[in-house]
């Protein structure tokens, strides 16, 4: 099946969530019963004001996790592949662009992508030997978790470490992506986090202007200058 066509520009920006930010985004969602990750909190909250921003009506739009699986297949850090995987959060049934309820299907499809479920995965593509397989995100909203990736365990020259990483998957095609990084090793910010977004341009312009992001007021490090009306 072949990628879709689209004329509409699209644009990336690149955001910084503080650790205090990020807090407070997860308990503005969590409950006595349920804690989020910062991963749960922020692609909750992307996925809700993603979901706005397109205009969808009474759900939210489809929307694929991704997550890197070498931790949870035990490889270690010699293994050099993709072994990212992605898993389909439905955006049907989650009405009013409820954080709760879009935090709690997150969770649920995170909790199923377990190394049984990975190991099946891979078990149905070998049986189906696929010479060219379909692309896996299915063209939904696509949100990337790589906090298990270590980027930040390279070593150069007398063990200097990295001080900065960045990050590109591709293509870019259907809805957009959500990127959402972890922080720099050993740093005291647990929480915080940089979370790179790829949009039409005028849908990045209708995100930035979004009460909830307005609210958390996270720094513009790359893309579009914040506009105020």
């Given at each position: 099946m072949p990628a879709p066509v689209f004329d509409t520009k699209q644009v990336t920006i690149t955001l910084r969530f503080e650790d205090e930010?990020?807090?407070?985004?997860i308990a503005r969602i969590s409950s006595k019963e349920s804690s989020r990750t910062p991963f749960e909190a922020l692609a909750a909250l992307f996925w809700v004001v993603v979901s706005k921003v397109k205009g969808t009506k009474g759900s939210l739009t489809n929307m694929s996790i991704c997550l890197d699986m070498r931790k949870v297949l035990g490889l270690d850090r010699g293994f050099f592949g993709n072994c990212m995987v992605y898993n389909k959060v439905n955006g049907d049934g989650i009405e009013g662009h409820e954080l709760c309820e879009a935090a709690n299907a997150i969770k649920e499809v995170v909790k199923k992508m377990d190394a049984d479920g990975i190991l099946d995965l891979i078990e149905w593509l070998e049986?189906?030997?696929?010479?060219?397989?379909?692309?896996?995100?299915?063209?939904?909203?696509t949100c990337i978790n790589l906090e298990d990736v270590d980027s930040y365990s390279a070593l150069f020259e007398d063990n200097a470490r990295s001080l900065r990483v960045s990050y590109y998957i591709e293509p870019t095609v259907?809805?957009?992506?959500?990127?959402?990084l972890p922080p720099p090793a050993g740093g005291r910010d647990t929480?915080?986090?940089?979370?790179?977004?790829?949009?039409?341009?005028?849908?990045?312009?209708?995100?930035?202007?979004?009460?909830?992001?307005?609210?958390?007021?996270?720094?513009?490090?790359?893309?579009?200058?914040k506009t105020h009306s």
């Open positions: 930010l990020v807090r407070s985004c049986a189906r030997n696929c010479q060219n397989p379909p692309w896996m995100n299915g063209y939904d909203l259907g809805e957009g992506q959500i990127l959402i929480f915080s986090r940089v979370v790179m977004i790829t949009l039409p341009e005028i849908e990045v312009n209708k995100l930035l202007e979004d009460a909830l992001i307005q609210e958390l007021s996270p720094t513009i490090l790359m893309g579009l200058k």
